[in-house]
């Protein structure tokens, strides 16, 4: 996927420093439309923007990949 405004990338880690790095790297990429969750439920209540991609931690307190 080439970098495009229109592109609209969800990031979810409940961990700060990793959400923050993903975002700088996506930046770096050239991509703008990101948007940043510490909690899965969040991303879930905001699927009405479909996104694009979503990059999403597995092991999370609440709501994961495992369960």
């Known amino acids: 996927m080439k970098p495009d405004s229109l592109s609209t990338i969800f990031l979810v880690d409940d961990d700060k420093f990793y959400l923050n790095l993903y975002e700088k ?3 770096n990429l050239g991509y703008t439309n990101i948007h940043k969750f510490e909690y899965g ?8 923007l ?6 999403l931690d597995y ?9």
Not at 59 to 67: E, V
């Open 41 to 48: 439920m969040d991303c879930i209540e905001n699927l009405n």
């Open 25 to 27: 790297w996506l930046l």
């Open 59 to 67: 092991c999370m307190d609440f709501l994961n990949g495992k369960k």
């Open 50 to 55: 479909k996104p694009d991609l979503i990059i």
